[in-house]
């Protein structure tokens, strides 16, 4: 298996890009390129922002966290079929089935275990009153910072450019710490666009 796709997690292209290792510029520049090489992965190597050994840690690493992310949601339906499409920036060495099998368990079994087990995709979370006076590391305030209450684990993930799984742990941790709490439903369905705060009823706003 050389690649996994989820819209649950984020792939290559969003590890690479959003965690900065890569910039918008060189990724376009470097997709035009390959356009002839049909080697993406050459055409980043050769710009001198992400060496190979990079790039396919990374690939491999959006394996892995796109089959946890595929077991720790809901599969309403599936198909099975074949596909003629080729993953830009697939992992060469590949997984077996068996081993990615194993790893997403074992991460499955992980997440369960936390003092405070967090769902990716239905728990929100927002800074406590102390989270701002801590002295946290440089990770946990990237989280922080991107915790507004209308986001979960799968949101901060894709802002902050890493793992699902990474980003999934360490909020669970930062709720142990009191730095995190899971939002209030008024909290995470909260409107804030055009100068809304929430949604108020008909019989406030009178008649139409």
Not at 83 to 88: E, G, K, M
Not at 92 to 106: D, H, M
Not at 116 to 122: C, H, L, Q, T
Not at 174 to 196: Q, V
């Amino acid at each position: 298996m050389i690649a996994v796709e989820s819209s649950g997690s984020p792939g290559v292209e969003t590890l690479l890009l959003s965690s900065g290792r890569v910039s918008a510029e060189d990724w376009t520049a470097a997709l035009v390129e390959s356009v002839e090489t049909r080697c993406l992965q050459s055409a980043l190597v050769a710009r001198g922002t992400v060496g190979s050994a990079e790039v396919q840690l990374v690939a491999m690493a959006a394996i892995q966290d796109g089959a946890f992310a595929a077991a720790a949601g809901d599969v309403e339906r599936y198909v099975v079929g074949e596909s003629a499409d080729v993953p830009l920036l697939p992992a060469s060495g590949g997984v077996t089935p068996e081993l990615l099998l194993s790893e997403t368990a074992r991460r499955l079994d992980a997440v369960a275990s936390l003092p405070f087990p967090v769902s990716p995709y239905r728990d929100r979370v927002v800074p406590t009153g102390g989270a701002e006076s801590a002295a946290v590391a440089a990770e946990w305030r990237e989280i922080i910072a991107q915790a507004t209450g209308r986001r979960n684990a799968r949101d901060i993930a894709f802002v902050v450019g890493r793992s699902l799984y990474s980003v999934t742990v360490e909020i669970s941790r930062m709720l142990g710490e009191g730095l995190l709490e899971i939002a209030s439903p008024a909290a995470s369905f909260s409107i804030e666009h055009w100068g809304l705060t929430a949604l108020r009823s008909r019989a406030e706003t009178g008649p139409v």
